[in-house]
């Protein structure tokens, strides 16, 4: 199984910026996507950002242009740079993976869809105040 573990969560000033990390275990696979999730009280779970085993990456309109995917593959560790925030960035931030998957099924859909992705973290709060 792989084991994700989130870190990096606070809180911001609006307009500030947080960089999350999400730790995980290794896994032999050549192909694998990885997302961040967030989910605010009383919304769905919403896919802001992906990015797949050959480095491409896709967003969120909410995001986009805001917040940066990025991945260190040797130490197994994918970030969340987060720049310019808001208020209604205020929620819990979950990494996903879908070891042997790449971006194809989230391009397809044209969103990230959360049932693309079968591992998951426990979550990290962030609030922008």
């Known amino acids: 199984d792989v084991q994700l573990v989130e870190s990096g969560g606070g809180s911001a000033q609006a307009g500030g910026s947080l960089r999350l990390s999400c730790a995980a275990s290794k896994y032999h696979y050549s192909t694998y996507s990885l997302a961040w999730f967030r989910q605010s009280p009383g919304k769905e779970r919403e896919g802001i950002a992906a990015i797949d085993s050959d480095g491409s990456t896709t967003y969120a309109d909410s995001v986009r242009d805001r917040f940066t995917i990025s991945e260190d593959h040797a130490n197994n560790t994918l970030y969340l740079q987060m720049n310019s925030m808001k208020p209604e960035d205020t929620a819990m931030y979950y990494c996903?993976?879908?070891?042997?998957?790449?971006?194809?099924?989230?391009?397809?859909?044209?969103?990230?869809?959360?049932?693309?992705?079968?591992?998951w973290g426990q979550g990290t709060q962030v609030t922008v105040s």
């Open positions: 996903a993976s879908d070891p042997g998957g790449d971006l194809t099924a989230v391009r397809a859909l044209g969103r990230i869809s959360q049932g693309l992705f079968g591992y």
